[in-house]
């Protein structure tokens, strides 16, 4: 496999006919700020998709301000197993992500990310 790219789509609200895409490499940090080099996000993707097969990044809300993107994620989705420590087990749940980029040039050096966990939690009560 190649590195991982993120294609990025970006248009302005004033100009969408000026929509282009932008590729950029991917080197992000956990929540241990440790650092993710692609291969282990690549991984990382891959599980998720394993363990959510119906899982979409549907985004609600998206800013640019450079060097930070932000965006609201929404997910609706049915883990199989255990998700974020919870026995999810194939129920469909609801929630939401936020979620923030730093780059420097085209590459992203920081990544801060926050789940609604106690949404899922609600649901499975």
């Known amino acids: 496999?190649?590195?991982v790219t993120l294609v990025l789509t970006v248009c302005l609200l004033s100009a969408p006919e000026k929509c282009r895409e932008e590729r950029l490499e991917l080197e992000i940090q956990d929540s241990l700020t440790q650092c993710l080099?692609?291969?282990?996000?690549r991984e990382m993707?891959?599980?998720?998709?394993?363990?959510?097969?119906n899982l979409q990044f549907n985004i609600q809300l998206l800013v640019c301000e450079p060097p930070r993107l932000?965006?609201?994620?929404?997910?609706?989705?049915s883990p199989k197993g255990e998700f974020l420590g919870l026995?999810?087990?194939?129920?469909?749940?609801?929630?939401?992500?936020?979620?923030?980029?730093?780059?420097?040039g085209s590459k992203i050096v920081s990544v801060w990310s926050v789940?609604?966990?106690?949404?899922?939690?609600?649901?499975?009560?």
Do not use: H, W
């Open 70 to 77: 932000a965006a609201r994620l929404s997910f609706n989705c």
């Open 115 to 125: 789940i609604d966990k106690s949404a899922i939690e609600a649901q499975l009560s």
């Open 1 to 3: 496999m190649g590195p």
């Open 45 to 53: 993707l891959v599980k998720d998709f394993e363990d959510i097969p």
């Open 37 to 41: 080099r692609i291969s282990g996000y």
């Open 87 to 104: 026995s999810v087990n194939g129920q469909q749940v609801s929630f939401t992500e936020n979620v923030f980029y730093e780059f420097v």
